[in-house]
């Protein structure tokens, strides 16, 4: 009898590789996360900065709900959002009396200046925050009209130079953080936007400005750089007029512009107050920034013609909104809502001190 070969065990293998190559693409099918994840390119910051796609990083909900993290084979990671990627589906926050934009609808706004706690650095802290507000609201009146609602403002030295260099030797102090919540929540309570005024002393305007980071993460913060009380090395705040390079003052910029897209929040104010040419070196090279409301704002006390004579010389419309300081004690002959509104170029913020 001649011996064949038996085919049996070949042909079993095949029909086994078979079986199991349909059972793989099978459950590929019900699990397409899996196939999404391998086929993801994963990188760095780097790699986002280089065009591709963001890094993944699988979902945290599960684990920070204090329970066990789900398989990773069958998370589908979210991209990372940093500061150039923020969540695009996440809106902005409306600004008071809604949106997103600070001058948007033609929208003129109106201040009170001081700080905390004491009345002798104007009139925001001569009461409680509700009187106030209420106050401001009347002063506001005359600066609004039909086709330019007011946006209310209230505007918070939250740094405040000293003419003793302090434990830090910076010349400068800030106020307790409860004070400013309080305003935070008073802001919100009233509808109206703060403004964290900075006096530096001989830090930099950055630096103290990240110390305030956690309140500028609220929509309806934004910030105020005072270059009349940023001291150079040697200088002592009120023995001399400080000044700020137009440098300084785009990191700063920039900082709060990668804040404001990182959180998702509307644009901001960002205020440079200025009563002399010198006091921002080389103010044409300052940049404006997309995110936020650049406001030059005209200080500087006096008589009718001596407020104007300053606000001709300081202006750079071209950069900034225009803004403009009304002092109840210091100007002479105060002008009203009629000789501000007659300003040119035309002034859109305007603050009483």
Known sequence: MTDDPDHRGPVMFLVLLAITALIVVAWGVEHPGVVARSAAP?????????????????????????????????ETPAPTQGADHPDPERSPAPLPDGGTRVFGGGHVLVAYYGTAQTAAMGVLGESDPATMDARLRRAARPFGGPDRPVRHVYELIVTIADGSPGPDGDYSHDVPRAEVERYVAAAHRHHALLVLDLQPGRSGFLDVARRWAWALRDPWVGLALDPEWRMAPHQVPARTIGQVSAREVNRTSAWLAALTRRERLPQKLFVLHQFR??????????????????????????????????????????????????????????????????????VRFVSFQ
């Open 42 to 74: 994963v990188g760095g910051p780097a790699t986002v900065e280089q065009g591709g796609a963001p890094a993944l990083e699988p979902s945290p909900s599960v684990v920070e709900q204090g329970g066990a993290p789900a398989p990773s084979v069958v």
């Open 277 to 346: 040419v010198d006091m921002v070196e080389h103010v044409e090279d300052v940049v404006r920034r997309p995110g936020l409301a650049m406001v030059q704002h005209v200080d500087g006390f006096g008589t009718r013609q001596q407020k104007r004579a300053t606000y001709h010389a300081v202006a750079r419309p071209r950069t900034f909104t225009m803004g403009f300081k009304l002092f109840y004690d210091e100007d002479v002959d105060r002008m009203g809502g009629p000789a501000v509104r007659a300003l040119r170029p035309p």
